[in-house]
T-cell receptor
Framework: KQEVTQIPAALSVPEGENLVLNCSFT??????LQWFRQDPGKGLTSLLL?????REQTSGRLNASLDKSSGRSTLYIAASQPGDSATYLC????????????FGQGTELSVKP | EPEVTQTPSHQVTQMGQEVILRCVPI?????FYWYRQILGQKVEFLVS????????KSEIFDDQFSVERPDGSNFTLKIRSTKLEDSAMYFC?????????????FGPGTRLTVT
């Protein structure tokens, strides 16, 4: 059974720091991996999707990497800002048929001015 | 930019009552999903829907749950007889067809409170 784990559970950094959020999954047979942002009491905003054949994806200050064989992904946030404060969720899709997502518990990020 | 919408934003119901949560997916998307998130817990998959039928469902999605796409735009989740443990945030999501991106787009959620 696929399990997704995110470390750390919470992270507090000063504004301007570069930071890395970690995601691991137990079964390397994934079709893709998606990173989301969730603000308190709100829905999920998709940040990046990495297909299983890809090693990384970039969007602005965000860079996500994928090492499928070791069951790991990282989300790198450059030059963090207070507006980046949110919970970041990692989710994997075990297969392309249907494409359900299995989520980690998230990393709660706080960026202090 | 197209987005997934959900109504109502908050639903309060008494135990044993039926509720219908409504979603309008992005118009050209073909795959539809329901997830739920109990307060403080992980987001959990409930069901996926494609070509007017359920393609996959989780253990949570028992006989008390059903989904329907009654017309070309709406996608609904019905809980027949709600229980206290059904209290959660329910998210609808959609994605394009097989030739498009596999990226799932989520709605803002419906907070269901069962009393």
């Amino acid at each position: 059974k696929q399990e997704v784990t995110q470390i750390p559970a919470a992270l507090s950094v000063p504004e301007g720091e570069n930071l890395v959020l970690n995601c691991s999954f137990t079964d390397s047979a994934i079709y893709n991996l998606q990173w989301f942002r969730q603000d308190p009491g709100k829905g999920l905003t998709s940040l990046l999707l990495i297909q299983s054949s890809q090693r990384e994806q970039t969007s602005g200050r965000l860079n996500a990497s994928l090492d499928k064989s070791s069951g790991r992904s990282t989300l790198y946030i450059a030059a963090s800002q207070p507006g980046d404060s949110a919970t970041y969720l990692c989710a994997v899709s075990p297969h392309n048929q249907g494409g359900k997502l299995i989520f980690g518990q998230g990393t709660e990020l706080s960026v202090k001015p | 930019e197209p987005e997934v919408t959900q109504t109502p934003s908050h639903q309060v119901t008494q135990m044993g009552q039926e509720v219908i949560l409504r979603c309008v997916p992005i118009s050209n998307h073909l795959y539809f999903y329901w997830y739920r998130q109990i307060l403080g817990q992980k987001v959990e998959f409930l069901v996926s829907f494609y070509n007017n039928e359920i393609s996959e469902k989780s253990e949570i999605f028992d006989d008390q749950f059903s989904v329907e796409r009654p017309d070309g735009s709406n996608f609904t989740l019905k809980i027949r007889s709600t229980k206290l443990e059904d209290s959660a945030m329910y998210f609808c999501a959609s994605r394009p067809g097989a030739t498009g991106s596999y990226e799932q787009y989520f709605g803002p959620g419906t907070r269901l409170t069962v009393t």
